[in-house]
């Protein structure tokens, strides 16, 4: 190689390596250093943060305020883009980052008003709320600033800078999330359009479960609604996917009082959302004023399940119904509606909406005094043209954040039952446990008031079941001290299921339970559905039905299954291919010919179709069982029962295998191991005797390779200590102290 070529290849490495070192420097992060000290502006006093060996953090400081200041610089130092994609989610923000890809989401974000309506509660707050949230948004926006050079990839990416807080912008995230949690205006679409097309007889035959069913007396709109409803709840449905929120009933949250647990005084147990696994942080929290420890959600600074010295509380969402969709006539013009007999203007706004990448767009928003307006229907032959409005409760005030202030400071059950009564969105169970091993739950159920004269979209709603008189506003307790256990878990009718609930419940009435026995349990839990649906199938299917050895082999195995859900059960895959294949079969082609799309909307509705398929399997003939697309074939429950089985094990080999062995959760697509497994949650145990402690388990999924995208599943177990400085660092917690600047 001659000189001329060796310097060639000296400046073009040298400019590569140049490039290389640029763009290293441009997409380099700041971590949060986890000893040592930082400054931090606006301090008054040091704060440590000490990181324990299980990752998780415990802050100390000599004042409320400088505390949840250093919560909010440590959540945003770990979770920066997931809370600026929330905050702009809540806001209507989104697509000035992701472009037209996000615009219809911002249009139902302002429409449905979280950030409005939080602009406007925000003045009502407790003073005492609004000292916490001013200085949590402070430590995130001290972040922001120092390390504006140095942001996580996802901004330099995109090429933007994450929003600053303020204080209303954690009730605005707190309400979207209320809103998502009620689990209801899909629920109403799904079931009006029904309604409409097939009548109240042939629904109530396909949904035997259901009790709140509209009469068949009210006014028919045949479709004229349904593209208003469908922009709506596709634009709701865009929400919940950008943010992975799948809205569910929790299951399997326990209170054990010391006579059911054998470990140390009374314990609670539950599982976090499927959203959460990934998006929460396990924290200690100790000011001359506070001593709590638990699980926090980045952007909203409260522990939502934990402990102090002397209490421990567990809070539950519920999905509940809390909404309506209200049909209000409207002028020729669309300037104004009908209420009361009176016709009053629309509350209009216009919102600009800045696209990247597109140009900017305006949006006008209607409000009535009912809510907000989600779309217009023109006038038709003698019938006015009409507007439809969300009544929703969480459009009024409540100091829900007052309630999770206290809920972190109670020390009794009477201040236990004065924080849960603050709270009316989302609809919440709240489990207490204290030193004195006392147990308890409480609930809160909050009903609208709309006046009668204000005409509902016909579909399910509460104002329908037997003996509902509205507004019902009050808090249900259960105090059972020292001699019970209250276990959560989804509420099936009461008329035909109760005896089986009871008699497959994992834990007996006299089970005594260990720490051990919940980690048992946890590591591989009992999949509920498999429990009440399969008796049912194999009375209805017998081995002489089977026509294939593959068939017989399948049909053995869900015999001799457990009903345990794990990484190697290959009756748990066959299990749940099956429902979603029964479930198609059952309601799809009514659904289809209803109003197309319609089932995908129903598909996300897991609660309504299994509890209603359990009842149909009891039962013997159900129109529903036949397909009404065809003309020649009338099929009845074993027909279609059969028919999803037979498909079912089609569809695993075809897309699996054709060998029953390797159908386990280790060897399907990683995709259909999350959808379908369940495993990938976050349980956790609290007890408080002898020393508080948060016990977590939760099963990872462990990449092993980048290329193949290969993974292996691995059970976690961690234990959170809290309440002991000295013995934390004498564990070897790392020390990082944050000094005022």
Excluded at 71 to 96: F, I, K
Excluded at 348 to 360: M, N, S, W
Excluded at 385 to 400: L, N, Q
Excluded at 480 to 486: A, D, L, Q, R, V
Aim: charged residues 20%; glycine residues 4%; aromatic residues 14%.
């Amino acid at each position: 190689m001659n000189n001329r070529t060796r310097k060639i290849f000296l400046i073009f490495g040298f400019i590569l390596l140049t490039i290389f070192g640029v763009i290293r420097l441009y997409f380099q992060e700041s971590d949060l250093p986890a000893e040592g000290a930082l400054e931090m502006p606006s301090l008054h006093a040091d704060v440590e943060v000490l990181t324990d060996s299980t990752g998780y953090c415990h802050f100390y400081a000599e004042n409320n305020q400088d505390l949840y200041k250093a919560m909010g610089y440590v959540h945003a130092s770990g979770h920066l883009p997931q809370m600026d994609n929330y905050l702009r989610a809540a806001t209507g923000t989104l697509s000035e980052v992701y472009g037209e890809a996000t615009l219809e989401i911002d249009i139902f974000s302002r429409t449905m008003g979280f950030a409005a309506n939080a602009e406007r509660f925000y003045p009502r707050l407790d003073p005492e709320v609004t000292e916490v949230l001013q200085a949590y948004c402070d430590g995130i926006n001290i972040y922001i600033d120092q390390h504006r050079f140095r942001l996580p990839r996802e901004f330099k990416w995109r090429r933007y800078s994450p929003a600053p807080w303020k204080p209303a912008d954690c009730l605005a995230v707190y309400r979207m999330l209320a809103w998502l949690f009620s689990d209801q205006a899909l629920q109403k679409v799904v079931f009006y359009k029904l309604l409409e097309v097939y009548g109240n007889t042939k629904v109530m035959d396909g949904f035997p479960a259901i009790q709140n069913c509209p009469p068949d007396s009210f006014p028919k709109y045949n479709t004229r609604f349904f593209k208003i409803l469908n922009d709506f709840t596709r634009r709701n449905t865009q929400l919940l996917d950008f943010l992975g929120i799948t809205p569910e009933n929790l299951e399997n949250s326990w209170v054990f009082s010391s006579k059911y647990f054998s470990d140390s005084g009374s314990a609670l147990s539950g599982r976090l959302p499927a959203f959460l696994s990934n998006y929460h942080e396990i924290q200690e929290l100790v000011s001359p004023d506070l001593n709590v420890a638990g699980m926090v959600v980045p952007g909203i600074p409260f522990i939502l399940f934990g402990h102090n010295s002397s209490t421990a509380w567990n809070v539950i969402i519920r999905p509940v119904d809390n909404m309506e969709f209200i049909l209000l006539p409207v002028s020729e013009d669309n300037s104004s509606y009908q209420y009361k007999n009176q016709w009053l203007p629309f509350e209009t706004q216009k919102d600009d909406l800045f696209i990247h990448g597109a140009d900017d767009s305006t949006i006008m928003i209607q409000a009535t005094l009912l809510g907000p307006v989600i779309g217009h229907s023109s006038a038709e032959k003698n019938s006015p043209g009409y507007c439809i409005a969300v009544k929703w409760k969480g459009a009024e005030f409540s100091d829900d954040f007052k309630g999770l202030y206290l809920l972190n400071h109670c020390s009794s059950w009477d201040m236990f039952k004065e924080a849960v009564g603050q709270h009316v969105i989302p609809a919440i169970e709240v489990d207490y446990i204290d030193t004195a091993e006392n147990i308890g739950t409480a609930q809160y159920f909050s009903d609208l008031v709309v006046n009668p004269l204000a005409e509902r979209l016909s579909t399910l709603s509460r104002i329908h079941e037997p003996g509902f008189v509205s507004p019902v506003s009050h808090l249900f307790r259960n105090y059972n001290p020292k001699s019970g256990m209250i276990r959560h878990q989804h509420i099936y009718p009461d008329s035909l299921f109760q005896i089986a609930l009871s008699r497959y419940d994992v834990f007996g009435q006299d089970t005594l339970l260990s720490y051990n026995d919940l980690i048992s349990y946890n590591e591989h839990p009992l999949n509920r559905q498999a429990e009440l649906i399969l008796p049912l199938f194999f009375e209805i299917v017998a081995d002489s039905d089977l026509s294939t050895s593959q068939q017989q082999k399948a049909f053995d195995i869900l015999k001799t299954w457990n009903y345990r859900m794990s990484p190697e059960s290959i009756a748990a895959t066959i299990f749940d291919a099956f429902i979603l294949q029964l479930r198609r079969l059952v309601y799809q082609d009514e659904m289809d010919l209803a109003d197309p799309g319609l089932f995908a909307q129903f598909d996300r509705l897991t609660d309504e179709s299994f509890v209603n398929m359990l009842y149909l399997l009891s039962g013997e003939e159900s129109s529903w069982f036949d397909d009404i697309r065809t003309s020649d074939i009338v099929e009845r429950r074993k027909t279609i029962v059969l028919k999803a089985y037979r498909e079912t094990l089609d569809y695993l080999s075809t897309t699996f295998s054709s060998n029953i062995s390797e159908w386990t959760c280790r060897n399907i697509s990683e995709q259909s191991r999350l959808e379908q497994s369940g495993l990938d949650q976050v349980v956790f145990l609290v007890n408080l005797i002898p020393q508080p402690a948060i016990r977590l388990f939760n099963w990872e999924i462990m990449k092993t390779s980048p290329l193949f995208r290969s993974a292996r599943f691995h059970f976690r177990r961690n234990t959170f200590h809290s309440g002991d400085r000295f013995a934390l660092m004498q564990n070897g917690a790392q020390v990082l102290t944050l000094t005022p600047k």
